[in-house]
Nanobody, 124 residues
Framework: QVQLVESGGGLVQAGGSLRLSCAAS????????MGWFRQAPGKEREFVSG????????YYADSVKGRFTISRDNAKNTVYLQMNSLKPEDTAVYYC?????????????????WGQGTQVTVSS
């Protein structure tokens, strides 16, 4: 069983930055691809970014490419999402997710483990 706990959300002005962290318990973290998803009110949960188990390859939604950076520290069982140049449309609950395979998927259904979510609010 893997448990994920996100932190780092908050209120920030447009153009600002936040860094989300996701701490994982369990011995399978280093062999699990990890992803960040977000869900705005009234909208479906959507893929934001993902990173392979090895950390070698990263993936981004077009809407955040060039502004967000995902990384992981397998020694600390933690994955990060650095968010820069934030926009009001980035406002959402952000979820950390893990899956059993080493490859990233953009599909919600492919992820087995989910955190409780952390709120990010960007004011204009």
């Amino acid at each position: 069983q893997v448990q994920l706990v996100e932190s780092g959300g908050g209120l920030v002005q447009a153009g600002g930055s936040l860094r989300l962290s996701c701490a994982a318990s369990g011995r399978t973290f280093s062999s699990s691809a990890m992803g960040w998803f977000r869900q705005a009110p009234g909208k479906e949960r959507e893929f934001v970014s993902g990173i392979r188990a090895s950390g070698v390859s990263t993936y981004y939604a077009d809407s955040v490419k060039g502004r967000f950076t995902i990384s992981r520290d397998n020694a600390k069982n933690t994955v990060y999402l650095q968010m820069n140049s934030l926009k009001p449309e980035d406002t959402a609950v952000y979820y950390c997710a893990g899956r059993g395979g080493v490859l990233v998927s953009t599909l919600v259904s492919e992820y087995t483990y989910w955190g409780q979510g952390t709120q990010v609010t960007v004011s204009s």
